[in-house]
């Protein structure tokens, strides 16, 4: 694992939000891509001993280049794709050169960096493939490129013809660089300093009961952006010790209640159809907003507000704070978020509190790129007040921008 072999060089490389990165070690026979993503694509990867990678033809502002999409087919036909602009810069280049090769090293990260899998791999890549990425036009980095390419990605994705799937790269896993089924322990103290820890965590890539993980990993995504003892893990009522919240957030001026809904990450829940997933996800939905209704009125009816974190009593005064509610779901989909919307439109006019749903990966990427609690809630209110306006809610491009930029 090269995050035991080389925990140093580990720390820098894998800091970015997610996608692709590819490095040469010292002394290493192959190349090394590093992929970082949701614990369901480095399942599927596991589970097709593999992925495809396309190369996707682009123009930006007349110049044709090429983006690249990595998929992971959980679903035959809307699998699980990470997207990754190139442009004409030293990372993109060895990226290509290293896929240009028969074989590489490859490396798969959850989106808090932890290394879960590895493999030697073995690379296919069709002729008509090769020469288009040989041959493609890196154009100089700007947002505008990111904006275009990103936004071209998914629709040439979604309009790809079979002679295009037969095109794709083929990255086959030959053999495993270190055991599949591995169980990661943290015990590294400053990891675990908010309300509600039990002074360690642990994971696994398989999840038949996904709760406690979960929350623990919203819990480590969250100190991103605030402190610590700011966040409290499952506070109870103290009226009847049923559950206010998955997550509370406390800070100066807002009260967060978060309220997640996960589902088991295995073979079986991945191969699901589509419109079985859709309309779990709109189950899970409509569960958790009747939670945060529930939560919104135990806060409202105390003052000061008293709860329990595991059998310690807390009392804090919140009536000056403004009360944020935030759905946490395992995987919202494009194609229903006028029906989500409707459904969270409808709570926030009950309940005279804002509310927004974000799935798992939108949540890293919120608290990847808005490190503050400013920059987070004022995406937040962004969304919802857009939605307010105009009956729908937004999903936002983030990292698309320039720092500082709007948009």
Partial sequence: MLTITHPELMAEAINFPAGLRALRIGGAPRPILLIKGTKEMLLTARLNRGFKMYVVPSTVDGCATVGLITAFFDDGDEPLILRTPMFDEFETRFLRSALLRPELDVHLFDELGREFLGYRSTISMPLETRLLFEMANFLPFSYEGVRAIQDHMPLWFGLRTPTEDANAISVDFAEPLFPEDIFIGDMRPNHHT?????????????????????????VALLCRVFRPDQIFLAPLRVTDKEEIADVMVVTDSHLLLIQAKDSPNTESTLRQTMARKRAHSSQKLKA????????????????????????????????????????????????????????????????????????????????????????????????????????QLPRLRLGMIAPGGDG
């Fill in 194 to 218: 908010y309300h509600g820890s039990p002074g360690h965590s642990q994971t696994s890539l398989v999840r038949e009961e996904p709760g406690a993980y979960q929350e623990r990993d919203i």
């Fill in 288 to 391: 958790a907003l009747g939670q945060v209704k529930g939560a919104v009125k135990y806060v409202r009816s105390q003052s000061p507000l008293a709860f329990f974190i595991d059998d310690d009593e807390h009392e804090l005064v919140v009536d000056h704070l403004n009360i944020a509610t935030l759905v946490v779901l395992k995987e919202l989909f494009n194609d229903s978020f006028r029906e989500y919307g409707e459904q969270i439109l409808a709570l926030v006019n009950d309940i005279h509190a804002p509310c927004i749903a974000l799935d798992y990966g939108e949540l890293s990427m919120y608290t990847a790129h808005l490190p503050s609690e400013d920059l987070f809630f004022e995406a937040y209110y962004r969304v919802i007040n857009t939605g307010i306006d105009s009956g």
